[in-house]
């Protein structure tokens, strides 16, 4: 999960970088078509089918379109509202999953690990700051693509257990492109269409080497390990993410976001203590 969440922030920041000047919808499109061609390679490598009869079935209808409303969003706040502002939001996911896991799967949540995460969401809270600014468009966007990644993820734990991590890669790369070219209609963005320079070529092939290894390593995760565990550890994608927004795109925290900060990393830290020894 850790390995997934830091790959996912590179990843965004190279469709940050790249949207500069490509469309969207575009780089989601090619991120798609690459993404998928990678797994479609691997599975036939692997001697798998490429479409199963399995993908016909609830879950990996609620998988995609749950992958198809955080994709979408996720994409459209990337653009309007600050890296870091993004991902913090985005820290929400696991409160919504811990309880769709209890809900849905039946899985055990102590008081502990719900008192963790809740305390999470608290220091989200902090980095976040409801009040004036709190309901502009980019970040309702990415309370829809939050909804979305977590949909997605509960729908990953109850997908066949006959389709492997990398066919469930292909499906979820492969709806992509359909996303991409909704946002490119709805942008009319198609007359905006254009060959991308050497230098976003570079991004976008980032984005597909990156975002390869963040969906395979966080379907593994969610697949087999305890829900409720594994999924306080998305935390860390807001460490990176603050890295990357510092470092690359000149963003400044204040001290109330370090502090959130490190309150929603305490919190998924004693989530796996809690987990381990009670």
């Not at 830091?6 to 969207?24: H, R």
């Not at 976040?128 to 502009?136: E, K, S, T, V, Y």
């Not at 109330?256 to 919190?267: R, Y």
């Amino acid at each position: 999960m850790v390995l997934a969440m830091a790959c996912f922030s590179i990843e965004d920041a190279f469709i940050k970088a790249a949207a500069k000047t490509v469309p969207l919808g575009e780089i989601l499109f090619l991120f798609g078509f690459f993404g998928s061609t990678l797994f479609i390679l691997l599975t036939l490598h692997r001697g798998e089918k490429i479409f199963h009869p399995s993908i016909l079935s609830r879950s990996i209808l609620i998988r995609t379109i749950s992958e198809i409303i955080g994709r979408l969003f996720f994409g459209i706040s990337l653009i309007l509202i600050p890296l870091s502002s993004l991902s913090a939001i985005l820290q929400a996911t696991p409160l919504i999953v811990v309880m769709g896991a209890a809900i849905f799967f039946g899985e055990k949540v102590g008081w502990k690990r719900w008192s963790a995460i809740f305390i999470g969401l608290i220091g989200v809270l902090m980095i976040i700051r409801p009040g004036a600014n709190a309901f502009q468009l980019g970040s309702l966007f990415a309370v829809l693509g939050t909804l979305g990644f977590a949909g997605r993820d509960l729908a990953t734990r109850a997908a066949p257990k006959i389709l492997s991590n990398i066919q469930l890669g292909v499906y979820g790369f492969f709806i992509l492109m359909p996303t991409g070219l909704i946002l490119l209609f709805f942008n009319n963005d198609f007359a905006n269409i254009h060959l991308p320079s050497s230098t976003t070529s570079l991004q976008i092939l980032g984005t597909i080497l990156f975002g390869f290894t963040a969906y395979y390593s966080l379907t593994v995760a969610m697949r087999i390990g305890d829900v409720s565990v594994v999924t306080p550890f998305r935390y860390t994608r807001l460490v990176f993410a603050l890295f990357i927004g510092v470092t690359l795109f000149g963003e400044r925290p204040d001290t109330l976001t370090l502090i959130g900060s490190t309150i929603v990393i305490a919190s998924g830290i004693y989530t796996l203590l809690t987990s381990k020894f009670t």
